[in-house]
């Protein structure tokens, strides 16, 4: 079994990265890729954990792209050096993610949430905070009932709290992957939110700006999506 899409506490996983991989090697998983957002500092230990496991490993990261409509992310596997051009994009990256999370801390306690900022990130123990980690912290702080519920109250797009991200730029982000030794990958492509009348366009383009691989098999897609989207990425 193949996993080219995980998440670690690094970013926002559950699990941190050398827990991560000794449960993919005990649900007999052979090959994984740890792609967290925005950031690479998990892959060391991933990969030292993962050499003791007999696990074969994919450093990964994945980028958030600038789109005009819904997400767009582009995973970055097979990495064999941070060059200069990915860590310009992941600082980049990080100096909006702050700004948002700073944002969000605010409009939260202007809705009379009491939650600040470094609350958050003394609970979550990385730099690359996110949505996730205010929904948890409200939920240990009884404010919401699950994180779920957070996001359909608070962070939600269109929801008081919610905060647009920053995203970098595709080529310089497709660049900053190759000059790592990647490949750059497009990830969950129904995320962009575009009916499937425009979606061989879309892939064409995204294509053209050198991304060369597409993730059609998603546990958020019904079977019938990834089968299509699988003939699509074949075409």
Not at 11 to 17: H, I, N, Q, R, V
Not at 191 to 218: F, N, P, R
Request: aromatic fraction near 6%.
């Amino acid at each position: 079994m193949i996993d080219l899409h995980t998440h670690s506490t690094a970013s926002d996983g559950t699990l941190s990265p050398s827990t991560l991989i000794n449960y993919a090697k005990s649900k007999k998983v052979t090959v994984l890729a740890l792609t967290d957002h925005d950031t690479v500092d998990g892959l060391l230990e991933a990969q030292e954990a993962a050499r003791q496991a007999g696990l074969t490993f994919v450093p990964g990261i994945e980028i958030n792209i600038a789109w005009p409509t819904g997400e767009f992310h582009l995973l970055g596997l097979g990495l064999r050096h941070v060059s200069p051009e990915l860590r310009n994009v992941i600082d980049f990256l990080e100096a909006g993610r702050y700004s948002r999370n700073a944002q969000m801390a605010q409009r939260l306690q202007e809705n009379g949430v009491a939650i600040t900022l470094d609350e958050v990130a003394a609970m979550a123990q990385t730099k690359t905070i996110g949505r996730p980690h205010f929904a948890q912290l409200m939920v240990e702080k009884g404010i919401v009932k699950t994180r779920q519920q957070a996001f359909d109250l608070y962070f939600a797009k269109g929801r008081p709290c919610y905060v647009d991200r920053a995203g970098a730029n595709l080529a310089e982000a497709v660049t900053a992957i190759k000059a790592s030794g990647g490949i750059p990958v497009q990830a969950h492509p129904l995320s962009m939110y575009i009916s499937w009348s425009k979606m061989d366009d879309a892939v064409t383009e995204i294509h053209s700006k050198g991304v060369m691989g597409l993730e059609a098999w998603h546990p958020g897609i019904r079977i019938s999506e990834a089968e299509r989207l699988e003939e699509l990425a074949h075409k």
